[in-house]
């Protein structure tokens, strides 16, 4: 997904919300955002908005001296979602169907996301999400929610590559993990996240604490951009990523950087902004599970 005009000002509301969280002083404020503004003319419009998401936090990073600015956020993220894990279990424990149930939770994790919403309420977000659990089910089949085919490839593939999107959010993707390898417990999971700290992206720490390392292999992709910017990530990612049987994409940040991914993705997340939903034609608060079945490269 190419970055439109309107995401502009989105970075400097990141940029200076960052800042603040870092404790840099008004002064040091103010040369963040003096320097994004004279980063900005040389970044391509054709690139991703990660791509200017590691600009931005390095620029941050760099005037404050501060590594991890939502540390303190994280941890209190994994904490909240753990508290919730009972009752998301038992949740799944009574469907009808296991995995549906299991998938929408996930997607409902993916409120947790600092880097949207720089305050919230994570048990009444996911309230409003779960009093209308049968929403997502009834639009099995819509552009928006391709459940029965995710169903299909899960059946088929016996290696899966799982993107990680945000701390707390693991406890989400815990669920569904879970529920995959109920089904199969020979099929070879993969969890990826990021290598270094960006934003509220999940850490190895964070997967760790979330309870991941005993039902799938953590993986670090190589990079610190706020999504998978495949020209970043590692040697190693590049191989997971292509040779996996399939691969299953949490977020808006991964959707924005894999949309055009030459291999097929599906992809789990809720449009948290405008443009995003515009971009796939939708509107802010789609929930989305979304097949993308890879782009023929160009000769």
Known sequence: MKTYLECIPCFFRQAIEASKLAGASPTAQRRVL??????LPVFSLAGSPPEMGKVIYGIVNQVTKKKDPYAR?????????????????????????RLGTAVELAIAGNIIDYGVKNSLNVERELQK???????????????????????????KAKTILYLADNAGEVVFDRI?????????????IYYAVKSMPSINDALIEDAKMCGI???????????????????????????????????????????????SATRPVFFLFMAKCSVVADHIGGKMGDIVLRYHPGEKVRQ
């Open 73 to 97: 956020i994280k941890t209190e993220s994994n904490q909240r979602a753990l508290r919730l894990y009972p009752r998301l279990k038992k949740k799944v424990e009574r469907s009808h169907d």
């Open 129 to 155: 999400i779960l009093t209308t659990e049968n929403r997502l089910m009834k639009n099995n089949g819509s552009a928006f929610f391709q459940y029965t085919r995710f169903r299909r490839s899960l059946d």
């Open 213 to 259: 390392a005993q039902i799938a292999e953590i993986v670090t992709n190589g990079s610190d951009a706020p999504g998978t910017v495949l020209s970043l990530c590692s040697p190693s990612f590049w191989y997971l990523f292509r040779n996996a049987d399939m691969v299953i994409s949490k977020g808006q940040g991964n959707f924005e950087s894999l949309s």
């Open 176 to 188: 569904l993990i879970e529920e995959i390898k109920r089904r199969d417990p020979c099929q070879r």
């Open 34 to 39: 003096n320097k994004l503004a004279k980063a």
